[in-house]
């Protein structure tokens, strides 16, 4: 019977050895889903909507694509969220605090201050995601984008209306523009990854918005019923035909959303002839970027040769810069947008390129503003370039003369703190 009993027992035994052996069944996280939009964000962000596979995504997170495709049906699904809680962080730091809060019956100033570090702060923690809302919305379907547009016109207003509190008696007009540049100079820490503590980030930001709040800016033109000037003689070289039609239908729909027939076809060619002067696609964008480059390269160097003092060739250079970015807006907006489409034989190059025309921008800054780092500079740099698109787009690059000024205003309140606008030298 013992016999029997020590047979019996072996097999308990047994089990018990392989049940300790066996590995732990995994268990799917709480937030898996939470972790594929963030890994999606990201990569969006960093390579643009056409440059990321779901695969890529999945791997990222370390599942499979049908794993990812229980929590998203398709990659326009995860963009689309990715863009759209960024764009709820952002209005979630402009709400209106609630009435029993700290934050609820302070004074205008200190309620400005309070909204602007609360996007600032969200801005930092989504910094290497921010890049989606500028850019990227472009692919967004009609209706989506309508839809993330409304919300950035609340958080455009709802700052304006805090700014109102500040400065009470501007033209409608100026609360707009100084609310879209506070956003642009904020968002512009998306657009590079030059690193710097977050407090002293926190308070560089939080100055230049005091900055450009603070702008006296020069009163509008009023509108007037002068006829257009006349465009003037058509280009006959084809190679610049096609490259001015590149760079409108990029601008327009994005890089990967344009045809090499689209481009032709806009040229008033077919494609082979397109391939007679540009051997791909990648190359029109490289020449646009080229092109881009010797302008602003041009730029620099007639504001240099004209100047005596760091803070002429400052001014020479906003004044430039801005007329450059309203006749060339769809050049440059392409040259700051799609740098990461470029063909990895030119983008190291292209890339050193702007890095090399921030840097020339960011050693007059140091001189006038020597209690900055370089680095600081060249954030201040990267947010006066920003705010220039943004505020373009928002007169819809008429180049009349006021609207010039302005933008350079502000320009100028970013890089140096002046809120007068004149040059000072």
Known sequence: MAEQAQVESRPSRTRAADDSTRPAPRRRPKNRKAQIATVAAEAFSERGYHGVSVDEIAAAVGISGPALYRHFPNKYALFLHAVTALTEALQAAVAEPEPDSDAAGLDPQDALDRQLLATIRTSIDNRRTGGLYRWDRRYLAKEDRAEIDRMMRDINSRIGETIAGVRPGLAKSDYVLLSSAVLSVIGSITAHRAPLASRRLEQLLLG????????????????????????????ANRREVLLREAVLLFDAHGYHEVSIEEIGAAAGINASGVYRHFASKADLLAAAFHRAGDRLAVAVGSALADSTTPSEAIDALTEVYVRLAF?????????????????????????????LHVDEWARLVGDVRP?????????????????????????RFDPAPSNLRRVQQLMRAVLLGDTTGQDDA
């Open 371 to 395: 209690e900055l780092s370089a680095v600081e500079c060249r954030f201040l740099v990267h947010a006066a370039l920003n705010l220039v698109l943004d505020s373009g787009r928002l007169v």
């Open 327 to 355: 006749e060339r807006s769809e050049l440059m907006s392409v040259y700051f947008a799609e740098i990461g489409n470029l063909p990895d034989s030119h983008r190291a190059d292209l890339r050193n390129v702007q890095r």
């Open 208 to 235: 230049a918005c005091h900055a450009v709040i603070g702008t006296e800016l020069e009163p509008e033109e009023p509108q007037t019923d002068e006829p257009t000037r006349a465009p003037g003689l058509a280009v």
